[in-house]
């Protein structure tokens, strides 16, 4: 049998590998993110799954289901995600960058930081729209990328749009 990992677990792999959990519920109740660094809290990586992708973000299916209140709970997953040091490495469980990118576009059509993003990721695209499995081209983000082009991540700069 296993143990579900919750909020705070820590699991240590080898000498120097440090993987904190922390709990996001929304697109599922039990979903976490895997914040993994070095023994010196250095080289922060985290693994999003499905609550936030580049650019975009997961569905709120889980919270729905439950009748909570999903847009609030995703919002609060958001703000744990910004306190990570903003070098840290996002790896989401997919890659939907350019279609991403393309919808934030719709909303700050003025965003430089989103404009140059978009036309990265159209670049990429273009470049692998033969390749069936382009799943790496805008991976990993960083939180900071994520806090200058995810209209999601910032939902609370965007209400004087």
Do not use: Q
Not at 23 to 28: E, K, L
Not at 67 to 84: P, Q, R
Request: aromatic content about 10%; hydrophobic content about 35%.
């Amino acid at each position: 049998f296993t143990n579900e990992l919750v909020d705070g677990d820590t699991i240590k792999l080898g000498k120097n590998t440090i993987i904190n959990i922390i709990s996001v519920p929304c697109h599922t109740l039990g979903h976490v993110l895997y914040h993994v660094t070095d023994g010196n809290g250095k080289y922060s990586s985290v693994f999003t799954g499905d609550t936030l992708f580049v650019g975009g973000v997961g569905h709120f299916r889980g919270a729905i289901s439950a009748g909570l209140n999903a847009g609030k709970m995703m919002y609060d997953n958001f703000v744990k995600i910004s306190k990570l040091d903003k070098s840290t490495k996002i790896y989401p469980g997919h890659e939907y960058a350019y279609d991403n990118y393309k919808f934030g576009l719709w909303i700050e059509p003025n965003n430089k930081d989103l404009i140059e993003r978009y036309k990265y990721a159209k670049k990429l695209n273009e470049m692998n729209k033969d390749d069936t499995d382009n799943s790496d081209i805008c991976v990993p983000s960083t939180v900071e990328i994520e806090l200058k082009t995810n209209v999601f991540m910032r939902l609370s700069s965007l209400k004087n749009i």
